[in-house]
C-alpha cells in the first residue's frame, strides 16, 4: 500500500486507492486500455514499464494498487478467476514433496485443485478443524508449507481465530493464507492479523454485480509479491482490463455494500432460528454460533452468508431452494440480489465423500441489499 493512502479511512481509499485522473483527459475513471502491446521508445525504452498486457497493463495496474490499499499489503495481483489465483499461489509456493493443511470446511473448488490438480504433483494435504488450534497444531509436519484458512468458511460459517493461526504458522516456520472472500476486506484484514497472503475470489462482493470474474492476492511482504508477480507472468491467468474495469467499479461501492449485507442477514438469520422447520441456522452474528466471540473480536460485523439445516433431510432442503422466488437459485454468492443454492448438489458436490463433505440437508444463502422486508417474506413462504 503506497503512503499516499495509508492514512486515509477504507471508504476513501476503496474510491481513490489507483484510481488516479487519467494524465491526457483529466477522466476522474481509470480509461480501459483494451490494448494487447505498447510502442516502445526505442528497444527496451517502455514507458511506464509497459510492454506486453500479460505482463502488465494499465487498467489491471490500477485495481492491483487498490486491492493493495484496501487489504494494508504490500503487492496485489489480479487475475482471470480466484482459483487461477490459488493455482499461481500453489505452484509459486510449493514443490514435489511438500505438504499443506487446509481446512475440514473449505470451498468445494479450492479441495478439488487440492485433490484432484495438486496432489497428482506430489504434494500432499491434510485436513484439520481450523476452528480448533489444537487440530491446526496436530496437523503441521516438517513438510509442510502452507497453512490454509477460510474464515468465515464455505459453505458451514466457521470462524477461524486468524491471529492465533498465524502464531502457529510463525513457530512452524510456514506461510499462512486466508481466503478473506466471505468477509471482503471491508469486514476483515487478515495481514493485520498475521497472515502472510490474502487470496479472493473477486467475482464475489469485491465485484458484486454477479457481472464478472476474476480473482485475487495480495501479500504482507515486497519480495513474496514479486515472486508471485513472475509466476503470474510465466502462467498467463491474468484479469483483463475490462473485467479489471468491472471490479474496480464494485469496490467504490464495497462498504456501503457490505453494511446493508450484514444488516439484512442479521435480520434474516434471527427469523431462521425461530422457524419450525429450521434445525439449525450457521451465521457468526448469531450469539449462539460457536465462533461470535472471535469474529466479533476480527470483523467489523458478520457478513452477507447464512446456512442453515431444514427438518425433513435432503428433499426438503432441494425444496425450499425450488421454491425461492425473490432468491435466485443458483451459484456463486456476493452480488447485490439474493442468491440460494443446496451446497451438497451444487457448490461442493465435489467434495462428496470425502472429509469435507456437507450435511445433505444444508441450504446455503447469499443475502443481497433488497428490502429485508420482501426477502423474509420469500424464505418464510419457501420453507412452508
Known amino acids: 500500500m503506497s503512503d499516499q493512502h495509508s492514512h486515509q479511512s477504507f471508504e476513501t481509499r476503496a474510491i481513490h486507492a489507483g484510481n488516479t485522473a487519467d494524465p491526457l483527459t483529466g477522466a476522474v475513471v481509470p480509461p480501459i486500455y483494451q490494448v494487447s502491446t505498447y510502442k516502445q521508445d526505442g528497444v527496451g525504452g517502455l514507458r511506464g514499464g509497459y ?69 497428482r504433483w506430489g504434494v500432499d494435504f491434510s485436513v484439520a478443524n481450523t476452528s480448533d488450534i489444537e487440530s491446526v497444531r496436530g496437523a503441521v509436519n516438517d513438510r509442510t508449507k502452507l497453512i490454509w484458512v477460510e474464515t468465515p468458511s464455505n459453505p458451514l460459517l466457521g470462524i477461524t481465530d486468524i491471529e492465533a493461526v498465524a502464531g502457529v504458522a510463525r513457530q512452524a516456520g510456514v506461510k499462512l493464507v486466508v481466503d478473506n472472500t466471505f468477509a471482503s476486506p471491508y469486514l476483515q484484514q487478515p495481514l493485520a492479523l498475521g497472515a502472510d497472503v490474502v487470496v479472493h475470489s473477486l467475482t464475489k462482493y469485491m465485484g458484486g454485480h454477479s457481472d464478472v470474474v476474476g480473482g485475487a492476492l495480495v501479500t504482507a511482504d515486497e519480495a513474496l509479491g514479486e515472486e508471485l508477480a513472475y509466476h503470474q507472468n510465466a502462467m498467463g491467468a491474468v484479469a483483463g482490463p475490462f473485467d479489471s474495469w468491472i471490479v474496480l467499479r464494485g469496490i467504490k461501492t464495497l462498504a456501503v455494500r457490505m453494511d446493508r449485507h450484514s444488516e439484512n442477514a442479521t435480520k434474516i438469520a434471527e427469523m431462521l432460528t425461530q422457524h419450525p422447520k429450521v434445525t439449525q441456522v ?103
Do not use: W
Not at 53 to 72: H, M, V
Not at 298 to 304: A, D, E, K, N, Y
Open 282 to 384: 450457521l451465521y457468526p452474528g448469531l450469539p449462539e454460533h460457536p465462533g461470535h466471540e472471535i469474529a466479533a473480536k476480527q470483523m467489523r460485523s458478520f457478513g452477507g452468508m447464512i446456512s442453515f439445516r431444514v427438518q425433513g433431510g435432503e428433499d426438503a432442503a432441494v425444496e425450499v431452494c425450488n421454491r425461492a422466488q425473490l432468491f435466485t437459485l443458483g451459484e456463486s454468492l456476493g452480488g447485490v440480489e439474493s442468491l440460494i443454492e443446496h451446497p451438497g448438489r451444487m457448490t461442493h458436490a465435489s467434495v462428496a465423500g470425502s472429509l469435507l463433505e456437507v450435511p445433505a440437508d444444508l441450504v446455503r444463502i447469499s443475502v443481497g441489499i433488497e428490502n429485508v422486508d420482501d426477502l423474509l417474506a420469500d424464505l418464510r413462504q419457501a420453507l412452508g
Open 51 to 119: 510492454e506486453y498486457s500479460r505482463s502488465a497493463n494499465p487498467t489491471r495496474t490500477a485495481l492491483e494498487e487498490n486491492l493493495a490499499a484496501l487489504e494494508g499489503g504490500r503487492r496485489g495481483l489480479a487475475f482471470a478467476s480466484g482459483l487461477a489465483a490459488e493455482d499461481c499461489l500453489l505452484r509459486t509456493l510449493l514443490a514435489p514433496g511438500d505438504h499443506v493443511v487446509i481446512p475440514n470446511d473449505a470451498y468445494g473448488g479450492t479441495f478439488r485443485l487440492f485433490a484432484k490438480v495438486v496432489e
